[in-house]
């Protein structure tokens, strides 16, 4: 996909916003626009058709209880994920001005998101995060996830001389940290007011990764976030949901038939996999011991059926993708999407360990979906449109002059 390679000779001819402004030493580089990052691509694709056949063999024997119909999940997880195809098509062709046009209007809308699901949103699972459209059912912390990371990038480009002055450090603290933080911790407030904990912990270390990316000072931040564990901490032990799952993370064993069957049998799947696994399709966990398998505890089903080599190849798929999220984000042709990259990256990362982390666990259950394997619509979508953005950075790369 290098095929006509096309110097980009100035800003003037580069895309509205594509300033040249990399902090790798940009008057040694220069911009040139190219096919998409085919490593990239072709790894996405990779991931989408194995969480496919994950979801399918993980689910048939749920949907065929449930509804009376095995493909019921794998039929509109697929539908969901052509529709994400088609999402990530469009946006890798935007051009890149686009994403820092509209960055701040993605915050707004994702905030009246979150604000409304508090009103209309659908309760399940003793907690308020669904909001349904019809045939339509998302959940707005997805959606919040991205547009911080977009938004971040977005005021980091434009008050960077602020953000950053070393005449001045009461505007730089105050333009570095302090808006920061409330662009984050106003949308933590209305994830919290969902008791939805874990998207708590996600869309903060996504705020505190892109502070550090942008140059904030590592001490600072490391302050911040002992701050931010604190907080989290006091309200899980404050909230009685919270608490609970606490309680049930220190010792399943004793919360065999309330709470901590799902991390039993999870853990049990993933033991009983060994090294070459039980074969796909083979799992008997899904047989109604691992409930709703196909969805957060999805990875327990590849390790019980694909063993050790099916676990290490999921995990290897993720760390071609980040890596190659970092490559784009160091040949970015400016600061913005720099940023945008290393977001969209480090959210990824995080996401996954966090999955791993909990059905192993390592930490509390707190419904963290492992991206393009776990089942769901509004995720997929978001997490296909994050690659598309990725994509359509890697189309405009710095080189060596």
């Known amino acids: 996909m290098k095929k006509n390679m096309q110097v980009v000779r100035n800003a003037a001819s580069a895309p509205q916003g594509a300033t040249l402004q990399n902090p790798i030493n940009p008057e040694n580089y220069r911009a040139v626009k190219s096919g998409v990052d085919t490593t990239l691509l072709l790894t996405v694709l990779v991931l989408l058709l194995f969480g496919l056949v994950m979801v399918f063999s993980a689910s048939y024997a749920d949907a065929q209880t449930r509804y009376g ?16 195809l088609v999402v990530m098509i ?3 062709r935007l051009p890149l001005w686009i994403f820092k046009k509209f960055a701040p209007l993605t915050y707004l809308v994702s905030v009246i998101l979150l604000a409304a699901v508090l009103v209309i949103g659908d309760d399940g699972g003793g907690a308020q995060r669904w909001i349904e459209l019809g045939p339509i059912r998302f959940q707005p912390s997805e959606i919040a996830k991205f ?5 971040l990038s977005w005021y980091y480009a434009k008050f960077a001389n602020k953000a950053f002055d070393r005449e001045n450090k009461k505007t730089a603290n105050l333009y570095g ?7 984050v911790g106003f949308v933590c407030l209305l994830v919290m007011l969902e008791k939805h904990l874990s998207g708590i912990i996600i869309i903060g270390a ?6 550090y990316a942008s140059g904030i000072r590592a001490k600072l931040l490391g302050g911040l976030s002992l701050i931010g564990v604190a907080g ?3 309200f899980a032990f404050a909230v009685d949901y919270t608490r609970r799952r606490i309680d049930i993370w220190r010792n399943p064993a004793a919360f065999p038939q309330d709470g901590g069957w799902q991390t039993l049998q999870g853990m049990r799947a993933i033991g009983s996999g060994g090294f070459f696994g039980l074969g796909l399709g083979n799992s008997r966990q ?3 011991y ?4 196909q969805n957060d505890f999805i990875y327990t089903i590849v390790c019980e059926e694909l063993g050790f080599i099916g676990a290490v190849a999921v995990i290897v798929l993720f760390g071609i993708l980040v890596w190659r999220g970092f490559v784009i984000a160091m040949r970015s042709p400016d600061r913005f999407t720099q940023l945008v990259a290393i977001g969209i990256s480090s959210k990824t990362a995080l996401q996954v360990l966090l999955n791993i982390a909990v059905v192993t666990n390592s930490i509390p259950n707190t419904g963290i979906s492992l991206p393009f394997f776990s089942y769901g619509g509004s995720a997929i979508v978001v997490q296909l449109a994050e690659m598309g953005t990725l994509l359509a950075i890697s189309r405009y790369t710095l080189e060596k002059k």
Do not use: E, H, N, W
């Open 69 to 84: 119909d095995s493909y019921y999940f794998i039929k509109r997880q697929s539908g969901m994920v052509v529709l994400g």
């Open 90 to 92: 469009v946006v890798a």
């Open 147 to 151: 547009s911080i990371i977009l938004t």
């Open 177 to 183: 940290t302090v808006f920061p933080l409330c662009i």
């Open 206 to 211: 996504i705020g505190l990764m892109m502070m």
């Open 232 to 234: 989290v901490t006091v």
């Open 286 to 288: 899904k047989f109604s």
């Open 290 to 293: 691992v409930s709703q398998p």
